[in-house]
Structure formats: C-alpha cells, structure tokens
T-cell receptor
Framework: KQEVTQIPAALSVPEGENLVLNCSFT??????LQWFRQDPGKGLTSLLL?????REQTSGRLNASLDKSSGRSTLYIAASQPGDSATYLC??????????FGKGTKLSVKP | KAGVTQTPRYLIKTRGQQVTLSCSPI?????VSWYQQTPGQGLQFLFE???????NKGNFPGRFSGRQFSNSRSEMNVSTLELGDSALYLC??????????FGPGTRLTVL
C-alpha cells in the first residue's frame, strides 16, 4: 500500500530565505507526482506536475525534483515571500489513477 | 477557461439526512474525482468517474455514491449522514487522469 510522508509538518522562516520541503513515498511504481498549495479553508492549487520519466520541473521560484528509485521528491522555494504562506501537499498517482496525498507541510513566511 | 466549480460551497445538515454535492469540471475534461479532507485523516480518495463510468473507488462505505452525466458534470451523494462525515469535499478534474485541477470544495457540517 502506497504511503506518502511529508517532513517537516510545519516550517517557519523569515522572508527572503530559500527553503526545501520534503516528500517521500513507499512504492516507487508511480505514474507521476504533483505538488499542491492549499490556503486555509480553500481548495488545492496545482503547482507542479512531474511525470515519472522526468527528474524535475520548474515554475518561477519553484523547483520540484523527483527520484523514483529512492522514493523522494523535494520542492524548492527560492526567495520566500509572506504570500507563500500556505500548506504544501505532495501527492503521487499510482496504478489505480487516484492521487495519494501526504499530510502536508504548513509553511509560514514571516515579514 | 473557467476552473472547476462546486456547489454549494457550504452546507449544514443533521444526522440521518442525505446530501448531494455537485461538481462541474474544466471544459473538455472527462475525468472527475472526489476527495474528502478532514483534519485527522487528511485527503482521502472517494471515487473517480470517466465518461459516465466509475473507474476507481476508494475505501468508503456504500453510503457514499456518485455519478457522472454526459456533459461530464458529476454529483456525489451521502446518505444517512453521520457526525464523522463533516469535512471539506473536493472535486478534481483532469483530461485523462493525469494532472488534476481542484475546485474550491464544499464544506459539509453535520450536526
């Protein structure tokens, strides 16, 4: 059974810092991995999708990497801003086609 | 292009009642998935519909059901509501079950 773990559960950083969020999964047989952002009480916003054949994806200040063999993905946020404060969720898509989520990392960026 | 829409946004019901939630996917998307989000369990997969057929189902009791119409709009129904059904219900759409885009969710409170 696929399990997704995100560490740390919460993170507080000063504005301007570069930071890394971690995601690990137990079964390397995934089709792709998707990172989301969720603001309090809101739905999920897709940030990046990494296909199983890819190693990384970039969008603006965000860079996500994928290492299937070790069951890990990282989300790198450069020059963090207070507006980046949110919960970041990692999810993998397995053979069944549905997303399996981690519990998320709650990020707080202090001005 | 309009995003995923969900109605209603908020709902209050009492135990034993039933409820129907609606989801309109992004135009052209034929896959619709439903997820339940609670503070304790996080995000859990309910079911996925593709071209009016249930393609995948999560581990929820039979009180949770859904359907998809020919225009790809989807509804989910929960019968005999229990207190534990209080949650944020999220709908996601995708072209073929790949990158998924989420709606704002329906907040269900069961009293």
């Amino acid at each position: 059974k696929q399990e997704v773990t995100q560490i740390p559960a919460a993170l507080s950083v000063p504005e301007g810092e570069n930071l890394v969020l971690n995601c690990s999964f137990t079964d390397s047989a995934i089709y792709n991995l998707q990172w989301f952002r969720q603001d309090p009480g809101k739905g999920l916003t897709s940030l990046l999708l990494i296909q199983s054949s890819q190693r990384e994806q970039t969008s603006g200040r965000l860079n996500a990497s994928l290492d299937k063999s070790s069951g890990r993905s990282t989300l790198y946020i450069a020059a963090s801003q207070p507006g980046d404060s949110a919960t970041y969720l990692c999810a993998v898509i397995g053979s069944q086609g549905n997303l399996i989520f981690g519990k998320g990392t709650k990020l707080s960026v202090k001005p | 292009k309009a995003g995923v829409t969900q109605t209603p946004r908020y709902l209050i019901k009492t135990r034993g009642q039933q409820v129907t939630l609606s989801c309109s996917p992004i135009s052209g998307h034929r896959s619709v998935s439903w997820y339940q989000q609670t503070p304790g369990q996080g995000l859990q997969f309910l079911f996925e519909y593709f071209s009016e057929t249930q393609r995948n189902k999560g581990n929820f009791p039979g009180r949770f059901s859904g359907r998809q119409f020919s225009n790809s709009r989807s509804e989910m129904n929960v019968s005999t509501l229990e207190l534990g059904d209080s949650a944020l219900y999220l709908c996601a759409s995708s072209l073929q079950g790949n990158e998924q885009f989420f709606g704002p969710g329906t907040r269900l409170t069961v009293l």
